[in-house]
């Protein structure tokens, strides 16, 4: 099991930047498969970043060259840097691991990412 903490959301203008933070706990942080995902309010949840253990990155559409995943494994930590954001980004956002063979069980409690027009 991996504990999650999220930080650096916040408001911000369109075309403006965040980068959101999520500091885990556990010895094998490593291994697991990290995403990011939000959910706006009506909305369902999305995935809208992952990255891999070996270093591979997905994005969704919606967000692909302007949002960037990383992760710092001697940290425990993953990042998402957030660029041109727009009002539609506008959403809770959550940190969550995925261990080998498993779905995302474990969750962030969430940052707010508010975009104004």
């Known amino acids: 099991q991996v504990q999650l903490v999220e930080s650096g959301g916040g408001l911000v203008q369109a075309g403006g930047s965040l980068r959101l933070s999520c500091a885990a706990s556990?010895?094998?942080?490593?291994?697991?498969?990290m995403g990011w995902f939000r959910q706006a309010p009506g909305m369902e949840r999305e995935r809208v970043a992952a990255?891999?253990?070996?270093?591979?990155?997905y994005y969704a559409d919606a967000v692909k060259g302007r949002f960037t995943i990383s992760r710092d494994n001697a940290k425990n930590m993953v990042y998402l840097q957030m660029n041109s954001l727009k009002p539609e980004d506008t959403a809770v956002y959550y940190c969550?691991?995925?261990?080998?063979?498993?779905?995302?069980?474990?969750w962030g409690q969430g940052t707010q990412v508010t975009v104004s027009s």
């Open positions: 990255i891999w253990s070996v270093g591979i990155t």
């Open positions: 969550a691991a995925k261990g080998v063979g498993r779905e995302y069980d474990d």
């Open positions: 556990g010895r094998t942080f490593s291994s697991y498969t």
